[in-house]
């Protein structure tokens, strides 16, 4: 059996940490063979609905968790993190504007940023999924400069597996037999999931699908899909999330085997010509820890007025905190 890890866990009280804490300590996350210490933070308010996590993760007997830190103080729950995954953040309230709610959430990832360069490993591999989550990696990332800008992730894995899904239904495959999507972007509705790459059972995928369905289906589907579970189900996507984000930190630390994920990282030097000073989602493969943007990939117009699109949001995102930092 190796060293524990230590994997640090924020919104532990949340309804997406309610699945993936228990994933992270089945090994779903780091191997069958990679014991974890879980560090997990909560606000002060719902420490209580902590305890309550804590006795069912006690109930499991995982026998790869070798420890368990609860805290409200991120100094403690970040101390030596090798991996974290930050998924609480500050929903939108009634009537706040989108601004409101990236400055609210800055506060945190200010904090959090600052935390985390001074107390965790500076080579601790970290994942903002709580939204808007490209924007609170970027706030983030200027925050912790003792940690490895690459290091620093955002998620669009779940948009990648929606998309997956969308195209093996269309398609009539399973949804393994599905490769080369890519998300560019946000995580948000102007995000572009892009299948002009995408094979099916190794067959090219946008040849077999109507450029109506492509354009005014599948797009629309998958921009809008968190919005569709919300209408559903009365809460928002968590099994789902906690799913992605589990596949997310796997393929980072042990690679995703030759397969294109896509994930949010710092655009600085990337291939495509996008804006180097944003958190941005691009096709990615990893190996040995590390990720690389897939290059080399042309895109038609359509594409590049699409790609265009997510950018300029999140130009505006960053606009929208740039007081921060002066
Ligand atoms: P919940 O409201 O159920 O849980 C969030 C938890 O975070 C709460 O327990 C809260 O007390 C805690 N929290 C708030 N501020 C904190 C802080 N400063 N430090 C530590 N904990 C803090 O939300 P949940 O459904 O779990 O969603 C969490 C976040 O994920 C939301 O921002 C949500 O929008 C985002 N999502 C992101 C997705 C993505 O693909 N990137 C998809 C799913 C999800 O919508």
């Not at 999924?129 to 290091?151: C, D, E, F, Q, Y």
């Not at 059972?201 to 968190?226: E, M």
Request: glycine letters at 8%; charged letters at 20%.
């Amino acid at each position: 059996m190796k060293a524990p890890v230590r994997v640090a866990v924020t919104g532990a009280a949340g309804q997406i940490s309610y699945s993936l804490i228990f994933r992270i300590a089945s090994g779903s996350m780091l191997g069958p063979d990679q014991p974890v210490i879980l560090q997990l933070l909560e606000i002060p308010p719902a420490m209580n609905a902590l305890q309550g996590v804590l006795m069912e993760l006690k109930d499991c007997a995982f026998p790869l968790v070798a420890g368990v830190i609860p805290s409200d103080d991120p100094n403690v729950a970040f101390k030596d993190a090798d991996f974290a995954l930050l998924v609480g953040s500050r929903p939108r309230g009634p009537g706040m504007e989108r601004s409101d709610l990236l400055k609210a959430n800055g506060a945190i990832f200010t904090v959090q940023g600052k935390a985390l360069s001074d107390h965790a490993n500076p080579d601790c591999r970290v994942l903002v999924v709580g939204n808007p989550a490209n924007t609170n990696a970027l706030i983030l990332l200027k925050s912790a400069p003792k940690l490895n800008p690459r290091h620093i992730t955002s998620m669009t894995r779940l948009d990648h597996n929606r998309s997956m899904a969308q195209i093996a239904d269309k398609v009539g495959c399973h949804s393994s037999d599905v490769e080369q999507v890519v998300v560019w972007g946000n995580h948000s509705s102007t995000q572009y999931p892009d299948i002009s790459y995408a094979t099916a059972a190794g067959k090219p995928v946008r040849t077999a699908v109507a450029d109506d369905w492509y354009k005014n289906d599948f797009i629309p589907t998958v921009q809008k899909r968190g919005a569709a579970i919300i209408k559903a189900r009365g809460a928002s996507s968590a099994a789902s999330a906690a799913n992605a984000a589990v596949e997310h930190m796997r393929d980072w630390a042990l690679g995703s085997k030759g397969q294109w994920v896509s994930m949010g990282v710092y655009s600085k030097g990337n291939p495509y010509g996008i804006d180097e000073d944003l958190m941005f989602s691009f096709p990615i493969t990893c190996e040995h820890g590390e990720w690389q943007i897939v290059g080399g990939l042309d895109r038609d117009a359509f594409s590049m007025d699409m790609i265009k699109k997510t950018e300029q949001e999140l130009q505006a995102e960053r606009e929208a905190i740039a007081d921060m930092f002066k």
